[in-house]
């Protein structure tokens, strides 16, 4: 049997690599994104479901956390429960997710000083835990294609605020590139072209076009849909 490929040392430098951040979901929810009036809401969930995916091909530590779930917010979307391989989300009744002792304490256990964050709404579940991750003395990368809220105004508003308070701006896809870095890296390099070609638009379908019209390969095959049995729900 043969092993995998051993995972690369990347340098840092200032960059996010696999050993050295933490990714924290935050509120990922049905009625936080009922809200969400600034971005596409299912490129939302498209952005964060690729996020999640990353994580888990380079084996970066998640924190998922969600917000009063039984009494308002709604189970945390499956597509990301599924991603990430269905892990129980951290509870909370705070708006702020560093005021949850079990939020902090989680992502202390990860070791990591760099947070990759994406959360719903930007103004509060992303903003409020990002600057005082800062003045704690982490480094937060804020997944602005994974975020969303009431407005324009709204996200912009928080994203200079969260910027200005020394929050890095990132995409679910920059974070990924970073994370792989070198296309010679074979052992992930698979499993990247696989969310390249099933979340990435235009990108993903030129992987494509380029496999199957340039190089010759075989079309992705695609698990063939199959139509649900009626539930006997009315």
């Known amino acids: 049997m043969s092993k995998p490929p051993a995972r690369p040392t990347l340098s840092e430098k200032g960059l996010l690599t696999p050993a050295n951040c933490v990714v924290t979901l935050i509120d990922l929810q049905p009625q ?12 939302v969930i498209n952005n ?25 917010s709604g189970n945390t ?4 429960l599924a991603a990430l391989g269905n892990p129980a989300p951290i509870e909370r009744s705070s708006m702020n997710s560093w005021d949850d002792a079990n939020f902090v304490a989680a992502v202390q256990r990860s070791g990591r000083k760099k947070i990759v964050l994406a959360g719903l709404w930007t103004e509060t579940c992303v903003a409020l835990p990002t600057v005082q991750m800062i003045h704690d003395g982490y480094e937060v990368y ?31 896809l920059s974070v990924m590139l970073e994370w792989q870095r070198d296309w010679a890296h074979k ?4 499993a990247v072209m696989d969310i ?10 030129g992987v494509e076009y380029a496999y199957t019209m340039v190089h010759g390969a075989a079309p992705t095959k695609v698990p063939a849909y199959v139509v649900p049995k009626a539930s006997g729900h009315e």
Request: with cysteine; proline share 3%.
């Open 187 to 190: 052992g992930t390099y698979d």
């Open 77 to 80: 979307w499956p597509q990301v």
């Open 32 to 43: 936080m994104l009922f809200g969400v009036a600034n971005f596409d809401r299912q490129a």
């Open 48 to 72: 964060n479901v690729a996020l999640a995916k990353a994580a888990r091909v380079f084996d970066v530590p998640v924190v998922l956390s969600s917000v009063e779930t039984k009494t308002f």
């Open 142 to 172: 804020v997944v602005e294609d994974c975020c969303g809220d009431v407005s324009q105004l709204s996200h912009d508003n928080a994203m200079k605020r969260v910027i200005q308070a020394g929050a890095r701006p990132v995409t679910a």
């Open 196 to 205: 390249v070609k099933t979340h990435c638009g235009a990108y993903g379908i």
